[in-house]
């Protein structure tokens, strides 16, 4: 049987505690465990001399990282993956600082990651590349003359063309990305994006329904939408509080509403912050009975727009209790913390609201996690913004414009009022759903496809 070989930008440290790693990461770790294969990511370190990989073996996984050296990191991953690609795949081209030299930069580290790997694979080993840092990477391997299938999938939006011909680089992107065998995106209209922009530079030609040929080279595009592990989720969130939560629990009076993000621009808090605010101008009739918990750990910390962010929000957080709070009331929590997953999933379910309003997002896995999170008997309400790739899924979520804060404020009084027989049906239907795609489905069906896909003759260098 072939071997699974994972690429991805960072290796999750999993040190064997299942419990208390993403889902994405479980996922992950599932696939190469059936498998067996390896874990290839840079592990964090900078070093100006070039070490031997690190490598360590857990069962049938071997984890082999590499270090960068300070100009990498710099080129390849805090410009260009970090100023250029994601913000102009979140639709920011003002925060875009494009430079040729970062462009330069991140193709090298993808060609000498490449070439890293390459001695480590073997002929039948299926290689899946994860997000935006590695668009060239197949495209690397097969210069080197790799032939193996080589799949990729993309965790965050691809841009429409008004976006994307901004970025000057459009053309050798696309070509690179046509050296995989597989392409899979989180939602349709990624994919169509995709084959939008494609069609603009070259000829495209239709072999099959997902399948094209351009560039000379045959791929297929299709779209796996990422999910979580409800079961596991469900029994996280089971479990009792920490005492001294269940304390402030208590003590809490009224109605909680969550939201949780990586500190990112493209999660739209202070538009969220505003909207809270609305709700409290708007209906008065909440004052005092309700308070919002912002959980946002701080994310790549060292870019400029992050810090930027931060200091807003921390800005707004003040203005918003200034003007609301009494001597016996605070609206606003802002917890710029990281906290353990276990406890995570245990405040979404002691939470009536879930509120996730991103100005765009590939999918957003903190929705799903709430919805199953939840108790059935008497379930939250989620709050989901429409930009986010979830919301082609749970269409029974109160779905709403992050820009509209007149509609957000407007289904958060929706979502405190409403009565249990809604809740619950509006809960069985995302539940539905979030059962029938979760992780292990989308892993199962991007591997299995990925072997399934014809090798193609015209790869470079097969
Ligand atoms: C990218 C795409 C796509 C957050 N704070 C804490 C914490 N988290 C966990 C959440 C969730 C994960 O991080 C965040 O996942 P999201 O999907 O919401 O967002 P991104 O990080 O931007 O992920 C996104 C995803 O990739 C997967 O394809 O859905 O669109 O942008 O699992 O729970 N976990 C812990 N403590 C925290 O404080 N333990």
């Keep these: 049987m072939s071997r699974l070989v994972v690429v991805s930008n960072r290796i999750a440290a999993m040190e064997g505690k299942k419990e208390s790693a993403g889902g994405l990461a479980v996922g992950i770790m599932d696939s190469l465990k059936d498998a067996g294969g390896m874990w290839f990511g840079w592990n964090g370190k900078i ?28 080129q390849y991953y805090l410009h260009f993956s970090n100023t250029v690609i994601w913000p102009a795949f979140h639709y920011r081209l003002d925060l875009v600082q ?22 480590l694979v073997e002929n039948d080993d ?15 391997c097969r210069k080197l003359g790799m032939a193996n299938r080589i799949g990729f999938f993309l965790h965050i939006p691809f841009p429409t063309s008004e976006i994307f011909n901004a970025l000057p680089p459009r053309k050798e992107l696309l070509e690179m990305m046509c050296e995989y065998d597989l392409i899979g995106f989180q939602a349709d209209t990624d994919r169509l994006a995709f084959i939008e922009n494609l ?42 509080l920490p005492q001294k939560l269940a304390h402030l629990r208590d003590k809490l009076s009224g109605q909680l509403i969550i939201s949780v993000d990586r500190l990112d621009y493209s999660k739209g808090l202070p538009e969220r912050f505003q909207a809270f605010e ?49 001597l016996e009331w605070t609206p606003l929590f802002y917890l710029n913390q990281h906290y353990e997953r276990s406890l995570l999933m245990k405040i979404f379910r002691h939470c009536e609201v879930g509120l996730v309003t991103p100005l765009r997002d590939g999918m957003n896995l903190v929705a799903k996690e709430y919805v199953a999170a ?75 496809d990925l072997k399934a896909v014809p090798i193609a003759p015209n790869k470079a260098k097969r």
């Design 199 to 240: 069609s603009l530079v070259t000829e495209v030609e239709d072999l099959d329904e997902d399948r094209f040929s351009a560039y000379g080279k045959d791929v297929t595009v299709r779209v796996y939408p990422i999910g979580v592990e409800p079961d596991s989720i469900r029994h996280l969130a089971e479990g009792a």
């Design 47 to 74: 070093s100006e001399e070039e070490l031997p990989l690190e490598k360590n073996q857990q069962d049938n996984i071997t984890f082999a990282s590499f270090s960068l050296k300070q100009s990498e990191y710099d």
């Design 126 to 140: 299926i290689l899946w590349i994860h997000d935006y840092h590695l668009l060239p990477f197949a495209a690397a």
């Design 374 to 448: 939840q108790d059935p008997a008497n379930p939250g309400v989620l709050i989901l913004s429409r930009f986010a790739g979830a919301a082609n899924e749970l269409t029974s979520a109160l779905l709403v414009n992050p820009y509209d804060r007149d509609g957000v404020a407007g289904a958060l009084d929706k979502a405190l009022t409403m009565p249990l027989d809604e809740r619950i049906s509006r809960y069985q239907d995302m539940m539905s759903v979030i059962t029938k795609n979760d992780i292990v489905h989308w892993r199962q069906t991007f591997l299995s």
């Design 98 to 119: 494009y430079q040729r030299e970062d462009y330069d930069g991140y193709c090298q580290v993808n060609e000498r990651l490449a070439e890293r790997l390459q001695p």
């Design 278 to 326: 609305t709700l409290l101008e708007n209906y008065p009739q909440h004052r005092g009975n309700i308070r919002y918990f912002q959980i946002a750990p701080t994310s790549r910390g060292d870019v400029q727009a992050y810090q930027d962010i931060r200091h807003e929000l921390e800005m707004e957080a003040g203005r918003i209790n200034g003007h609301f709070s009494t």
